[in-house]
């Protein structure tokens, strides 16, 4: 369970990191999503009284964070990738 704490830490971290980089609207959007999931995922955790084995919510929320999570990583690549080739255009 501790892993999973740790794994949507690091995701909500970097996806701040790569808002900072970007400012796209999907990049806002990841890190939004990951914001609130994090206090979310706390709370629940904090809350459980025992049977938090199977858990639905996270059969909606998980996939709808990964596909944001995915879209907002390609954008920050594609604007990378412009950026390089400008700069090389340039010079």
Not at 67 to 73: D, I, M, Q, R, Y
Not at 82 to 89: F, Q
């Amino acid at each position: 369970m501790l892993t999973l704490l740790l794994v949507v830490v690091a995701l909500a971290l970097l996806s701040a990191t790569a808002w900072f980089y970007s400012r796209g609207v999907i990049v806002h959007a990841a890190v939004l999503l990951w914001i609130g999931f994090v206090p979310y995922e706390l709370w629940y955790r904090a809350n459980c009284t025992g049977e938090c084995n199977i858990r639905a919510d996270l059969v909606l929320l998980l996939p709808v964070l990964l596909v944001v999570s995915l879209a907002a990583v390609v954008s920050v690549i594609r604007k990378a990738l412009r950026k390089r080739k400008a700069s090389r255009a340039g010079t």
